[in-house]
């Protein structure tokens, strides 16, 4: 790809943070509320602040799976988690995060985490840990002649010229690297109308050898992008008139160690849209072709009649 002319950008301005990997991980380093506790664990944690002042999803549900992390043999990691996003989060506050112990078996421990503002769940969650363990091995394989990620233009190319706060925000303040494959459906839905989408992600500096760390910052990155594999069949774009887009849970499956800094392929689709809702399902694959992680999501989409 040509090399791109620099132009003075809000990270340039101090707008933005210039290190967001560094962003990424304050946002993970959660604190222990000064040892407070009830019948839970309590953690704390801050928001990267947003255009809409909404809390974004995937921060959520990474900052709970690093609260429950806390709470377990450093030797378990987490396998699987299933979440319900019950109320949208307010950026400009801080999360309270209670762990309640479910369980410690010889080889699994589950954990249910809530994520509080106002003193009331925004979201609810359940994760299982395991101990390293074998047994039998397959997996579905990465598909073929994808293009490389670093053939494709970054969302800073793509929306660093557009004088908005949601564009700029995207372009500059996300700590996850997002490359299309498809056509992005930043401004319109000019590529595939199948209900596929993939890209390429990671971050934009190097992580710590943390496997904890890394499996929770691709929780966060995993609800980037997966709707989308409901919006292209529609024709629609992220700024389609009233259209009112909002995630409604999410599981994922961690299947091999990962690794976030590193280049993963994020393969979605989506089998069914109805009832104003739809459900998205990825795949997550290293640059080596192992299948490290799965996910699904149902997502709330309501788009406006015609002539209304």
């Known amino acids: 790809m040509t090399e791109q002319p620099h132009v003075a950008s809000p990270v340039d301005s101090g707008e933005y943070p210039a290190d967001p990997t560094k962003a990424l991980l304050g946002l993970l380093d959660l604190s222990s509320a000064d040892g407070a506790h009830t019948d839970e664990d309590i953690f704390v944690g801050s928001s990267a602040p947003q255009p809409g002042k909404r809390v974004f999803g995937g921060q959520v549900l990474a900052q709970s799976l ?14 699987s988690m299933h979440g319900y996003f019950l109320r949208a989060g307010n950026a400009d506050q801080p999360i309270t995060f209670g762990v309640q112990r479910l369980r410690d078996g010889r080889s699994f421990s589950a954990r249910r985490a809530h994520a509080y503002q106002d003193g009331v769940p925004i979201l609810s969650m359940i994760a299982s840990f395991q101990e390293p363990d074998d047994g039998v091995t397959h997996q579905d394989p990465m ?31 996300r700590p996850i690297d997002v490359r299309h494959i498809d056509a992005p459906l930043y401004i319109s839905n000019a590529g595939s109308r199948e209900a596929r989408n993939a890209v390429w992600m990671k ?16 929780a966060y990155a995993s609800d980037y992008t997966l709707l989308e594999s409901i919006l292209r069949p529609h024709g629609l774009s992220w700024i389609h008139p009233g259209m009112s887009v909002a995630s409604l849970d999410h599981a994922m499956w961690w299947h091999r160690p990962v690794r976030i800094d590193e280049w993963l392929l994020y393969v979605q689709s989506s089998p069914s849209a109805s009832g104003a809702r739809g459900l998205a ?4 694959y290293n640059r080596a072709g192992e299948l490290v992680a799965s996910v699904a999501q149902e997502g709330m989409i309501r788009v406006p009649a015609a002539g209304s």
């Not at 190097?206 to 760390?213: I, K, N, R, T, W």
């Not at 399902?281 to 997550?284: D, K």
């Open 66 to 79: 690093i609260a429950a992390m806390r709470t377990v043999e450093s030797t378990r990691q987490v396998h």
């Open 143 to 173: 598909p073929d002649n994808v293009p490389d990620p670093e053939s494709l233009p970054t969302t800073a190319e793509l929306l660093g010229g557009f004088d908005h706060p949601v564009a700029r925000a995207w372009a500059y303040q």
């Open 203 to 218: 971050t934009f500096g190097p992580m710590p050898d943390d496997q904890h760390v890394h499996r929770a910052a691709l």
């Open 281 to 284: 399902a990825g795949r997550i």
